[in-house]
């Protein structure tokens, strides 16, 4: 059982534990830890079904409601996950991380003297723990909730600050700037009598019936109600700002790129994708990479997302191993000097064992991405690098795609963005719109601007540009696909096109929403009502 999950194989661990079952029904751990591989795989029924049996057979098992809680979080339903952590912590109140989980409940729902009252008891015991992160992170926002709903958030912390909760560092160096403690004069969001308005209720219906169409069918995903909710309000902003644009209106904005008033662009666009993204999950640390401190940004944030490691095949991701491996071995030949031997062996290769001993070492590829309107022939800019590096004390290999975040990058995607935006402000035909909204999707997802969360807002920038030109997406996944990564391995933005417009085409349907609807920015004016927005019943 142990091999099959622990190497991501997550349906054959199911049927292990079932086996295991047969022989002993009264199994907790295997019933707990099957919902555990459900969970994983992205089956949120089977996999609470499995962990409420295990803990029916014995209710005072501490880890089975730790794992039932982390599945309520991750599917956005926090209350349940409070009761979990509760239950758990009265089991075994030093158990760190049903304490973490039972903050990040009360961070995410505004309720931000509750989470630093358990994030104390934690780093108490912890003190290097970067559950500090949260806690400052809590005081911060605590002190922000009657700010206006625009403000950036990387501008409200330090590089320093930012760069420590990337790499989930030691918080020591950082202990010297703490803020402000909790102030009684400011009371926590209310969650439960906190009352909506009628336009707030209005919007909250549109967006929870946009966001869900944005949930990716593939193994691993789990359907995050708070996230849905946070997708469907973030394409209603976007689409309601860029109708303002195409209307005339000359907007003027402050935002990550430029902290004074200026005209709204791209970044000031995808500005509100990432603000809504960074409220919604407050644990997940989603910023600019070019507000990192700066010799960090100079010598390239590397961002990484594994399809291997190790021995483990990442559910989410290992669909696009067969797809990338090709890729590897094409560009190999194309990129490294090879000899008729070394040639051979690469065109031969099966697996990445057989690739790093064809080398000799780690290596990467460059996969390239054409610029926009260029000849395919001309020098393109680099798109991802997948990467082959060795895990001896894993017994296995580490597959990736990686993307360094350089300045370099940022002056080439920011131009090809900057031109494409200028061409879709200024068209009319809705199917040249078309074109130019997947365009900057494709450039978007190659760029990877932010350290992470990059493709979730990609996919809401779709649906809220088609929602700001009077059409509504029906979809915009497909079963077994992620455009993003479909995107990233897709050199020519036209075959990119090619691949999804077809797919779109039929998505597409008159709409009326971004212009009668409420606005967004006219009636969740404050951080604080944004979170009682994420959190409430319309």
């Known amino acids: 059982i142990n091999a099959e999950y622990m190497g991501g194989d997550c349906l054959p661990a199911v049927e292990a534990f079932d086996r295991a079952l047969e022989l002993d029904p009264k199994y907790k751990e295997a019933w707990c830890n099957r919902g555990q591989a459900y969970r994983e795989w992205g089956m949120a029924e089977q996999a609470l079904a499995s962990m409420s049996t295990g803990l029916k057979l014995d209710p005072n098992y501490p880890t089975g409601f730790q794992l039932r809680a982390y599945l309520h979080f991750s599917l956005g339903h926090y209350a349940q996950c409070g009761r979990d952590t509760l239950r758990a912590l009265e089991l075994d109140p030093r158990h760190k991380d049903s304490m973490h989980l039972r903050a990040l409940s009360f961070q995410n729902t505004g309720q931000y003297r509750k989470a630093v009252e358990v994030l104390d008891r934690l780093l108490q ?116 700002q860029v109708r303002r644009v195409w209307a005339g209106e000359q907007l003027s904005v402050c935002g ?25 999950e407050q644990n997940d640390s989603v910023w600019w990479i070019d507000l990192l401190p700066e ?121 090809q963005l900057d031109k494409v935006w200028t061409c879709l402000i200024n068209e009319t035909d809705p199917d040249q719109r078309a074109e130019l909204i997947l365009t900057i999707y494709y450039y978007w997802v190659n760029f990877q601007p932010l ?24 979809s915009i996944t497909q079963p077994n696909v992620q455009w993003d990564w479909e995107g990233i391995t897709t050199p020519h933005y036209k075959d990119f096109l090619a691949r999804l417009l077809p797919v779109l085409g039929p998505c597409r349907h008159p709409s009326t929403l971004a212009h009668t609807l409420p606005s967004v920015q006219q009636h969740i004016t404050t951080l604080r009502e944004v979170m009682l927005c994420l959190s409430a019943t319309p």
């Open 125 to 240: 015991t912890h003190p290097e723990d970067p559950a500090w992160y949260n806690r400052e992170m809590c005081l911060k926002l605590h002190h922000s909730l009657d700010s206006p709903a625009q403000v950036c958030l990387d501008r409200l912390f330090t590089p320093e600050f930012k760069e420590g909760w990337c790499k989930r560092a030691s918080p020591l160096p950082l202990k010297g700037t703490r803020h402000p403690g909790i102030l009684s004069a400011i009371p926590d969001v209310d969650v439960t009598t906190g009352q909506l308005t009628p336009e707030q209720s209005q919007l909250l219906q549109a967006a929870d019936r946009i966001g869900p169409k944005l949930h990716l069918h593939t193994p691993g995903f789990l359907p995050n109600q708070r996230q849905h909710r946070m997708c469907g309000l973030a394409v209603l902003e976007a689409a309601q």
């Open 451 to 474: 350290t992470r969360g990059s493709a979730a807002c990609g996919l809401v920038a779709i649906m809220a540009l088609f929602l700001a030109t009077g059409e509504e997406l029906s």
């Open 295 to 415: 010799e960090l940004f100079q010598e390239g944030f590397g961002l990484q997302t594994p399809m291997i490691t190790g021995q483990l095949k990442v559910p989410r991701y290992y669909p696009y191993y067969p797809r990338c491996f090709a890729i590897l071995k094409q560009l190999s030949l194309q990129q490294h000097v090879t000899t008729d031997s070394l040639h051979s062996t690469i065109e031969q290769a099966t697996d990445c064992q057989q690739m790093w001993e064809a080398f000799q070492r780690d290596f990467f590829v460059i996969s390239p991405c054409i610029k926009w309107k260029e000849n395919p022939e001309s020098e393109a800019m680099e798109g991802t690098r997948i990467t082959v590096v060795r895990k001896a004390e894993e017994l296995g290999y580490q597959f990736t795609i990686r993307t360094p975040g350089t300045p370099d990058r940022y002056h080439h995607y920011s131009q």
């Open 256 to 280: 990550s790129s430029d902290a004074s008033p200026h005209r709204f662009g791209w970044r000031d666009f995808f500005d509100i994708l990432v603000r809504w993204r960074q409220l919604a």
